[in-house]
């Protein structure tokens, strides 16, 4: 079964910015969606950011739209996000998600931790 490490996390003050990277411990099929959701202690996990490679095209919730950038690799089996102006609220826990129909899985989780 493929496996998801994440790796990018860490402490920043506010308005920094963070590179997070996930990548697939072997090839998958091109055909996928890989997103980053985070959660916060006491809250739901909740989506950040995904990617669809087969309508090529990427979703953002309001929180982060403008500020943060999902990215993938030409095989499709990496996802970044970038991190730019960040804010205390984005602290948490980020996990990488790949999803395919018969298919979901998760990375263990990264942690951000957005403070002055």
Known sequence: QVQLVESGGGLVQPGGSLRLSCAASTEIPVINIMGWYRQ?????????????????????????????IISRN???????????????????????????????????GTRVTVSS
């Open 40 to 68: 916060v202690p006491g809250k739901q996990r909740e989506v950040v950011a995904t990617h669809n490679s087969a309508a090529r095209s990427a979703d953002y919730t309001e929180a982060v739209r403008g500020r943060f």
């Open 74 to 108: 030409k095989a499709y089996n990496t996802v970044y996000l970038q991190m730019n102006g960040l804010k205390p609220e984005d602290t948490g826990v980020y996990y990488c998600n790949l999803r395919r129909r018969d298919l979901d899985i998760w990375g263990q």
